[in-house]
């Protein structure tokens, strides 16, 4: 069993959320030869947008367009959904918008899906109050980048929810 299988299998295989998101991250650089099917199976089985969005970011190299709208559309959707469930959804947001997902899959995949999420997930990133804007990033390789250290962003959070 090649490497790529490996961690494809460990993906699975562990309950770790942290270690699954590290390992998506490399299988999508490495792009294994039975890709979509993993990729799309990651897609079902994750909740969180972000690994989601990863998820569709390997598929996209081996699906064609109609294939990622169908993904995307259902993207939209939940995306839509979390201001209800979660107003300030910063973190997501945040790798989101980061050069490792929706720029690179815009740049890459010119697909007007892409767009349409793009454009409403500005929409509710714009819609956030300003405290919880630009705490951090991810680099192209969905490398976690602190913009603000923790301590002053504590500090703003508590004093924005505290009057």
């Known amino acids: 069993m090649d490497e790529r299988n490996t961690k494809m299998e460990t993906y699975f295989n562990t309950k770790d959320i942290a270690k699954r998101n590290a390992l998506l991250k490399q299988l999508v650089f490495d792009l294994p030869e039975n890709g979509k099917d993993f ?26 367009e109609e294939e990622v709208a169908i993904l995307m559309s259902k993207m939209l959707e939940i995306l839509k959904k979390r201001p209800d469930s979660t107003p300030s959804n910063y973190h997501e947001y945040e790798i989101l918008r980061s050069s490792f997902l929706i720029p690179y899959l815009l740049e890459k995949y010119p697909y007007d899906c892409f767009e349409k999420f793009n454009e409403q997930l500005n929409k509710q990133y714009d819609a956030m109050p300003e405290v919880f804007k630009g705490i951090f990033t991810c680099d192209d390789n969905g490398e976690h980048i602190q913009l603000i250290p923790p301590a002053i962003v504590r500090k703003k959070i508590e004093n924005f929810l505290h009057g």
């Open 39 to 64: 990729f799309l199976k990651v897609y079902k089985k994750e909740r969180y947008l972000d690994m989601r969005l990863t998820a569709i970011r390997g598929y996209a190299a081996f699906a064609s």
